[in-house]
């Protein structure tokens, strides 16, 4: 999988909100930035048949108008499958409503599926893609991370809870919320993921959802298999 990384910002800092690619197809979240980001990269919208939502704050889903727009204009022929959770459907056309009234209504319904999740976990197989969607502890909202073919894990918005070792525990690369340096109810900190690492030390970090405080204190770290990354960037795995 060719994975590239849009946003590793928290909605208070300077760089994209957390987002990320994989196979130019498979988008994880669409908060602010990641279209600029993806036309920034030289990305055909078009490509794009996938989208996984891991909860419903601004700062994951505010991107979604901006991406139906675009598609709009480019007149695309295939189904785009949106997998979140609950009242995600609802909330994301409420949110396309606001700004543009009733004129997405039959593009919506002609070109867009929304998958809405209610378990603990599911699974779904699609284009050749295994997906596993995993409910993570982000306090006051329903949240979920992901595992993409056994390899490539995706925690979300999370404090340190069972899903997110399950994510550990089952990926080889990990993109992982390292919002804080000593974590909470919201988000882990360097304290959790370093925890992790301590016990999966053959796992690989790329930390994401920065705040700008955050990542000056990483940025001087050197820790093995602890990443400390900018938007844009690209791995295979």
Known sequence: ???????????YSKRNCASLIIDKKILFDIGPGTIKQLLKENYDLKEINTILISHLHSDHILDFPIFIVNLEVLNINHKVRVIGPVNMKEKLLKLLELM?????????????????????????????YKINMLK???EGIEAY???????????????IC?????????????????????????????????????E?????????????????????????NFNVVEDGYYFDI
């Open 1 to 11: 999988m060719k994975v590239q990384i849009l946003g590793t910002g928290a909605i």
């Open 100 to 128: 543009y009234g009733n004129y997405f209504d039959n593009f919506i319904n002609k070109n867009f599926e929304f998958i809405e999740v209610k378990e603990n976990n599911y699974d779904i197989l699609y284009n050749n």
């Open 145 to 159: 991370g992901f595992i993409i073919n056994d390899k490539l894990g995706l925690t979300g918005d999370s404090s």
């Open 162 to 198: 069972d899903g997110v070792q399950e994510i550990f525990s089952n990926s080889k690369v990990i993109v992982a919320d390292c919002s804080l340096i000593k974590g909470d109810n919201y988000h882990m900190g360097f304290n959790d993921i370093k925890n992790l690492l301590k």
């Open 136 to 138: 993570v502890n982000h």
């Open 200 to 224: 999966k030390k053959e796992k690989i970090v790329m930390a994401t959802h920065l705040r700008d405080d955050t990542r000056e204190l990483l940025a001087a770290k050197k820790i093995k």
